[in-house]
């Protein structure tokens, strides 16, 4: 069983930038492919990135692209998310999951993902 935290979230302003972190409690962690989702108010779920077992890896959504980056510390059993020139739109509940599997492949949708974290809020002010 893996559990994932969530932290980073908070209040900022349009422009600004926040570092999300996701910390798993097992050591396998790094043998996991992660990605990080989000949900807005009265919206579902949506992909945000991805990244492999080894970080080479890394798939973002279109509204994200060149502005998020996500990362991963296998020695920290932590999985990043750089969030700058941050917008209004970006504003939701942020959440980190992890796919139990060897492949070295990413994956965008969300059923494919089996463990998550419990979320943390991102609320970007105008």
């Known amino acids: 069983q893996v559990q994932l935290v969530e932290s980073g979230g908070g209040l900022v302003q349009a422009g600004g930038s926040l570092r999300l972190s996701c910390a798993a409690s097992?050591?396998?962690?790094?043998?996991?492919?992660m990605g990080w989702f989000r949900q807005a108010p009265g919206k579902e779920r949506e992909f945000v990135s991805a990244?492999?077992?080894?970080?080479?890896?890394?798939d973002y959504a279109d509204s994200v692209k060149g502005r998020f980056t996500i990362s991963r510390g296998n020695a920290e059993n932590t999985v990043y998310l750089q969030m700058n020139s941050l917008k209004a739109e970006d504003t939701a509940v942020y959440y980190c999951?992890?796919?139990?599997?060897?492949?070295?492949?990413?994956?965008?949708?969300?059923?494919?993902?089996?463990?998550w974290g419990q979320g943390t809020q991102v609320t970007v002010s105008t």
């Open positions: 990244c492999s077992r080894s970080g080479s890896m890394t």
């Open positions: 097992q050591r396998t962690f790094s043998s996991y492919p």
């Open positions: 999951a992890a796919k139990l599997t060897t492949s070295y492949w990413i994956w965008r949708s969300e059923n494919e993902y089996d463990y």
